[in-house]
């Protein structure tokens, strides 16, 4: 918790890493938000071709 | 090798024939360079721009001059033709990139005067400009080729083939502008040479396979 | 069992029951992860807190060259076994590869900025890692430049293996090229060794992030099967 606690402290190093940690996920999250989209597209566009 | 002289003579004529296409390349090659020496702040020390305002405007002028030699083979069939008639795909790009070479090419080497007089060179840095474009446009015109061989079939957006082989000319670039870099230039000279020889063979086959695959792909 | 999930309709069973475990596991590996960087690791002497953006940073890195690794892996058997899931798993990774490449760039220029003062340099690491970005978007351009996919698949096997050859070339001219520019000075990254309490976090982190790359894959492979399945049935009424 120590380690915790200093790191908040340290101000400008702080947000060096947030916004790294932050940007990381962002990136990961919209591919897969964005691969997800594109499946279930595909998926009902699929589901309307079979049945005409 | 007879197969292999007559397509070469069969390239050449087929580029003698067509002589607009050096005409234009030179053109093009004086015109952007002039291009770039008009987007230029300091004139004064004008003779530092040299090699990258030289080696862009020769790579793209390189790119653009490849799909020439093949897009009216493919258009009017005599590129399945010829591989119909028995010639091995790799005898057919080989012809192709030495036929670029002799016909665009060397003759190129003689528009170096020009850049000399545009950038207030020293003879000296001629003769070494000229060395590292004989030693360094073979590999060139083999990787060029194969882009022009990559985008022969889009009929839209064809700049995909300046993004997917800009990367594999980083080596050469890198090879042929930090020739005089170095403490002693006259030692190092020669082995600038020896590297982009080396790069032309590693290039080669890879060049000459990868074409291979992407002829048979096209003519499927 | 490789053999078997070759054939595309079984791996598309396989993969709607491995995909949500692929995704849980993943998210509970990130909660440990961050609480290992965030809680339970020390600052480090020369770097102080920045040092945390490495449990992320090197991850990412690792898995920039394995994803290309993968590419190459199936253009090749793609080209020699003509298989087309090997296609497809290649298709399906070049997007993903290029966000885990953009992010090493990204976190890496944040962690230079602190660390190096600057937010890039012409190192050589640097410089390869972009390059290789530069490939992957060459990869996603031209499997989205064809009309015809399976002509878009073989095209980009051939480049992705061209590219592998050159690969080495362009990393050692920029290596040899940066040195000559500049003296090596910043290779800060090569430290003699690590405490164990930064290993756990990084391997934790990196295990995570394998997750989350296989349940990213696994999805757009099934995207990719189902894009298939439509264009052979509009192929089909076409010819009817």
């Given at each position: 918790?120590?380690?915790?606690i200093?790191?908040?402290?340290?101000?400008?190093?702080?947000?060096?890493v947030?916004?790294?940690y932050?940007?990381?996920?962002l990136?990961?999250?919209?591919?897969?938000?964005?691969?997800n989209i594109?499946?279930?597209?595909?998926?009902k566009?699929?589901?309307?071709?079979?049945?005409? | 090798m007879?197969?292999?002289?007559?397509?070469?003579?069969?390239?050449?004529?087929?580029?003698?024939?067509?002589?607009s296409?050096?005409?234009?390349?030179?053109?093009?090659?004086?015109?952007s360079s002039?291009?770039f020496?008009?987007?230029?702040?300091d004139?004064?020390n004008?003779?530092?721009?040299?090699?990258?305002?030289?080696?862009?405007?020769?790579?793209?002028?390189?790119?653009l001059?490849s799909e020439?030699?093949?897009?009216?083979d493919?258009?009017?069939?005599?590129?399945k033709?010829?591989?119909?008639?028995?010639?091995?795909?790799?005898?057919?790009?080989?012809?192709?990139?030495?036929a670029?070479?002799?016909?665009?090419?060397?003759?190129?080497v003689?528009?170096?005067?020009?850049?000399?007089?545009?950038?207030?060179?020293?003879?000296?840095?001629?003769?070494?400009l000229?060395?590292?474009?004989f030693i360094?446009?073979?590999?060139l015109?083999?990787?060029?080729?194969?882009?022009?061989?990559?985008s022969?079939?889009?009929k839209?957006?064809?700049?995909?083939?300046f993004?997917i082989?800009?990367?594999?000319?980083i080596?050469?670039?890198?090879?042929?502008?930090t020739?005089?870099?170095?403490?002693?230039?006259?030692k190092?000279?020669?082995?600038?040479?020896?590297?982009?020889?080396?790069?032309?063979?590693?290039?080669?086959?890879?060049?000459?396979?990868?074409?291979?695959l992407i002829?048979?792909e096209?003519?499927? | 069992?490789i053999?078997?999930?070759?054939?595309?309709?079984?791996?598309?069973?396989?993969?709607?029951?491995?995909q949500?475990?692929?995704?849980?596991?993943?998210?509970?590996?990130?909660?440990?992860g961050?609480?290992?960087?965030?809680f339970?690791?020390?600052?480090d002497?020369?770097?102080?807190?920045?040092?945390?953006i490495?449990?992320?940073?090197v991850?990412?890195?690792?898995?920039?060259?394995m994803?290309?690794?993968?590419?190459?892996i199936?253009?090749i058997?793609?080209?020699?076994?003509?298989?087309?899931?090997?296609d497809?798993?290649?298709?399906?990774?070049?997007?993903?590869?290029?966000c885990?490449t953009i992010?090493?760039?990204?976190?890496?220029?944040?962690?230079?900025?602190?660390?190096?003062?600057?937010?890039?340099?012409w190192d050589?690491?640097?410089?390869?890692?972009?390059?290789?970005?530069?490939?992957?978007l060459g990869l996603?351009?031209i499997?989205?430049s064809?009309?015809?996919?399976?002509k878009?698949?073989k095209?980009?096997?051939?480049?992705?293996?061209v590219?592998?050859v050159?690969?080495?070339?362009?990393k050692?001219?920029?290596?040899?090229w940066?040195?000559?520019?500049?003296?090596a000075?910043?290779?800060?990254?090569?430290?003699?060794?690590?405490?164990?309490?930064?290993?756990?976090?990084?391997?934790?982190?990196?295990?995570?992030?394998?997750?989350?790359?296989?349940s990213?894959?696994?999805?757009?492979?099934?995207?990719?099967?189902i894009?298939r399945?439509?264009d052979?049935?509009?192929?089909?009424?076409?010819?009817?």
């Amino acid at each position: 918790m120590n380690y915790f606690i200093n790191f908040i402290k340290s101000e400008d190093h702080f947000s060096y890493v947030l916004s790294s940690y932050l940007i990381v996920f962002l990136i990961i999250f919209l591919i897969f938000i964005f691969s997800n989209i594109k499946t279930k597209r595909l998926e009902k566009e699929l589901i309307n071709l079979s049945k005409k | 090798m007879k197969d292999f002289f007559k397509l070469l003579k069969r390239e050449i004529r087929i580029c003698m024939n067509n002589s607009s296409i050096f005409f234009s390349f030179s053109t093009f090659f004086i015109t952007s360079s002039l291009i770039f020496v008009f987007a230029l702040d300091d004139l004064t020390n004008i003779i530092v721009f040299y090699k990258p305002v030289v080696w862009v405007v020769l790579i793209f002028s390189i790119m653009l001059v490849s799909e020439n030699f093949l897009h009216e083979d493919y258009s009017d069939g005599s590129l399945k033709e010829l591989q119909f008639l028995g010639f091995s795909e790799e005898t057919i790009f080989l012809c192709k990139s030495l036929a670029m070479w002799l016909i665009i090419l060397i003759p190129a080497v003689f528009l170096m005067p020009i850049i000399l007089i545009f950038f207030k060179l020293s003879y000296n840095d001629v003769l070494k400009l000229f060395l590292n474009i004989f030693i360094s446009t073979p590999s060139l015109t083999l990787i060029s080729l194969l882009s022009a061989l990559f985008s022969i079939q889009l009929k839209r957006n064809k700049i995909v083939q300046f993004v997917i082989i800009l990367p594999f000319f980083i080596p050469i670039v890198i090879f042929t502008t930090t020739s005089e870099n170095f403490a002693e230039p006259s030692k190092y000279f020669g082995d600038q040479l020896l590297i982009l020889i080396g790069i032309f063979f590693i290039t080669l086959p890879v060049c000459l396979y990868a074409g291979k695959l992407i002829m048979r792909e096209i003519n499927k | 069992m490789i053999f078997k999930l070759a054939n595309p309709l079984k791996f598309q069973k396989f993969t709607e029951k491995f995909q949500p475990v692929t995704i849980h596991l993943a998210l509970f590996l990130l909660v440990i992860g961050l609480f290992f960087s965030f809680f339970n690791s020390p600052p480090d002497y020369l770097q102080g807190e920045t040092v945390r953006i490495m449990y992320i940073h090197v991850p990412c890195a690792w898995f920039s060259l394995m994803i290309y690794s993968i590419i190459v892996i199936c253009s090749i058997s793609s080209l020699v076994l003509r298989h087309t899931l090997a296609d497809l798993i290649s298709r399906s990774c070049a997007p993903i590869g290029a966000c885990f490449t953009i992010a090493t760039l990204v976190t890496g220029s944040i962690w230079g900025k602190p660390t190096w003062g600057t937010w890039w340099v012409w190192d050589a690491r640097l410089t390869s890692v972009l390059i290789l970005f530069i490939i992957y978007l060459g990869l996603i351009i031209i499997n989205n430049s064809y009309d015809d996919k399976s002509k878009a698949d073989k095209y980009a096997s051939i480049l992705a293996v061209v590219g592998a050859v050159n690969l080495p070339i362009i990393k050692w001219s920029v290596n040899w090229w940066s040195t000559l520019h500049q003296p090596a000075s910043i290779s800060k990254l090569s430290s003699p060794s690590i405490d164990p309490s930064m290993l756990v976090p990084l391997f934790i982190m990196t295990f995570s992030f394998f997750f989350f790359f296989i349940s990213i894959l696994l999805i757009r492979l099934k995207g990719e099967i189902i894009q298939r399945k439509i264009d052979v049935i509009k192929y089909n009424r076409v010819e009817k």
